[in-house]
């Protein structure tokens, strides 16, 4: 069965440093998100992203987040300039809205550790 | 405002007892409730969504309107339901948008 990937397992950046965190989406998959979990807090959505724009972002993503969709399979996101609290595990997810549905299929996480 | 609680973090029960997860939720339009698990070391996964009402694993919820709420309910606990179990809403008519995430309840099922 397909299943959203995501690398690395976990990243450990010092304060001030650029990361990306990289997704492969489920193939065909056309709707692609973003969340996050900071220890012991809840799942927060950040940005989704169709037809190759954002089509919806929170608060969190500010000017110090980016998104992109390089090529047919990645999807990644930046952050710029990484900060103590962006410390969190990173959840993508895809969906396809061909599926009545809509089922968003989430990924194993990326846990970022800031430091 | 749009939030999802889950007012208990852990829920622990023995085998063969019921369980009951509380969910409550506030949407200003008409949502689309889910439930997702979480079992150990293992991904997010969508356990079951409102409008199917199916029951999956022996697990089903109902989504009562008036009381706002989309508790989880199972008759007889296993220890193989031992997981994170998160309560998470949408837009109904926004299909490709966000999930709204509860804080999670840790269910450990006793043997």
């Known amino acids: 069965e397909p299943e959203v990937t995501q690398t690395p397992s976990h990243q450990v950046t010092q304060m001030g440093q650029e990361v990306i965190l990289r997704c492969v989406p489920i193939s065909n998959h056309l709707y692609f998100y973003w969340y996050r979990q900071i220890l012991g807090q809840k799942v927060e959505f950040l940005v989704s992203?169709?037809?190759?724009?954002?089509?919806?972002k929170s608060e969190i993503f500010d000017d110090q987040f980016s998104v992109e969709r390089p090529d047919g399979s990645n999807f990644t996101l930046k952050i710029r300039s990484t900060k103590l609290e962006d410390s969190a595990m990173y959840f993508c997810?895809?969906?396809?809205?061909?599926?009545?549905?809509?089922?968003?299929?989430f990924g194993p996480g990326t846990r970022l550790t800031v430091t | 405002a749009q939030r999802v609680t889950q007012p208990e973090k852990l829920l622990s029960v023995f085998k063969g007892a019921p369980v009951e997860l509380k969910c409550n939720y506030s949407?200003?339009?008409?949502?689309?409730l889910f439930w997702y698990v979480q079992y150990s070391r293992q991904r997010l996964q969508l356990l079951l969504r409102?409008?199917s009402r199916e029951s999956i694993k022996g697990f089903t919820a109902d989504l009562n309107k008036g009381e706002t709420s989309f508790h989880l309910k199972k008759p007889f606990a296993q220890e193989e339901d031992s997981a994170m179990y998160y309560c998470?809403?949408?837009?109904?008519?926004?299909?490709?948008?966000?999930?709204?995430f509860g804080q999670g309840t840790e269910l450990s099922v006793k043997p």
């Open positions: 409102h409008i």
């Open positions: 998470a809403l949408r837009g109904i008519y926004n299909q490709g948008g966000k999930l709204i």
């Open positions: 949407y200003s339009g008409s949502p689309e």
């Open positions: 997810a895809s969906s396809d809205p061909r599926q009545r549905t809509y089922e968003q299929y």
């Open positions: 992203f169709y037809n190759n724009e954002i089509s919806e």
